[in-house]
């Protein structure tokens, strides 16, 4: 079983940058495939980016490609999003997620297991 804990969102103007961490407990980090979610009010949740188990494949939404960077730190059971080019439409909570199987999944039911989620508010 993996827990998972995001931090690092907040507020900040539109083009600015955050990142986000999520801390995962439990044994065998390594062996899960990792991904950000995003839900933005009143819409549905939405797929991010995902990092394979050995962190060499990632995937982007497209709209996110080229602003938003996954990585994973197996060694300190981390996951990051760095969010760079802000946008208002970026405006959401979001949530890091783990799979136990093996890939890389867009779909939310392939993830296993879920964190609180993080406030990320772009202001324009």
């Known amino acids: 079983q993996v827990q998972l804990v995001e931090s690092g969102g907040g507020l900040v103007q539109a083009g600015g940058s955050l990142r986000l961490s999520c801390a995962a407990s439990g044994r065998s980090f390594s062996r899960y495939g990792m991904g950000w979610f995003r839900q933005a009010p009143g819409k549905e949740r939405e797929f991010v980016a995902a990092?394979?188990?050995?962190?060499?494949?990632?995937y982007y939404a497209d709209s996110v490609k080229g602003r938003l960077t996954i990585s994973r730190d197996n060694a300190k059971n981390m996951v990051y999003l760095q969010m760079n080019s802000l946008k208002p439409e970026d405006t959401a909570v979001y949530y890091c997620?783990?799979?136990?199987?093996?890939?890389?999944?867009?779909?939310?039911?392939?993830?296993?297991?879920w964190g609180q989620g993080t406030q990320v508010t772009v202001s324009s």
């Open positions: 997620a783990a799979t136990s199987v093996v890939g890389i999944y867009v779909k939310s039911e392939a993830y296993n297991y």
């Open positions: 990092v394979s188990v050995s962190g060499g494949s990632t």
